[in-house]
């Protein structure tokens, strides 16, 4: 059978040329009283970013930036959950303790060495997630005391990580500015939202 095919034409990349990346959606405003799923980063919709624990911590926070987020999951080769580092975990003390401890230097620890294990990991029940509010979920995330929260959805012999709740998407959605940084703000500004809202 003849090839009937023509070749395309070859361009020069220009000096300037960067690449595409989809537009980013603005959040969806809610109230504490709207239904918490909507608040969710849901997996299904936006693929989750992973790394292996031998990374370094810069080669890390370098990730999340370049992705934009401000967590990782940390993988074995098949996805399966080892932990999750933050850029709270990288930029706080757990770097300073882990060098007291055990020597060396920022650019040399893993993200092994500081990430929260699996079982010391917070989880919401992806049902109980559709059948909650918002404002549940604030109050979840205060007992929390952590940034991000996973919801883990559960068939008869499986169960994987469905979405991703973090308090500095939660803020956004509200309409509150807040610093991801500061904890202890974000925590009473999402509890004054709650409060106000009632």
Do not use: W
């Amino acid at each position: 059978m003849r090839n009937n095919y023509s070749a395309l034409s070859c361009k020069s990349f220009s000096a300037g040329t960067t690449l595409k990346r989809p537009v980013q959606q603005k959040e969806m405003l809610v109230t504490p009283n709207d239904p918490a799923k909507l608040v969710m980063t849901d997996f299904e919709q936006t693929a989750p970013i992973t790394e292996l624990p031998t990374l370094t911590i810069p080669e890390a926070n370098d990730k999340m930036i370049a992705y934009g987020v401000r967590l990782l999951f940390v993988t074995k080769h098949d996805d399966t959950i080892l932990g999750i580092i933050t850029a709270s975990d990288i930029l706080g003390e757990r770097p300073i303790k882990h060098v007291e401890k055990y020597g060396g230097s920022f650019n040399e620890i893993l993200v092994n060495d500081i990430m929260t294990k699996r079982s010391e990991i917070e989880a919401i029940s992806f049902d109980d997630l559709c059948n909650a509010s918002v404002g549940q979920i604030i109050e979840t995330m205060k007992i929390f005391k952590r940034q991000h929260a996973l919801v883990i959805e559960e068939s008869d012999d499986h169960s994987f990580v469905r979405g991703l709740l973090s308090t500095t998407r939660i803020s956004q959605q509200l309409g509150i500015k807040i610093e991801p940084s500061n904890r202890a703000r974000t925590f009473a500004e999402l509890e004054s939202a709650l409060m106000s809202a009632a």
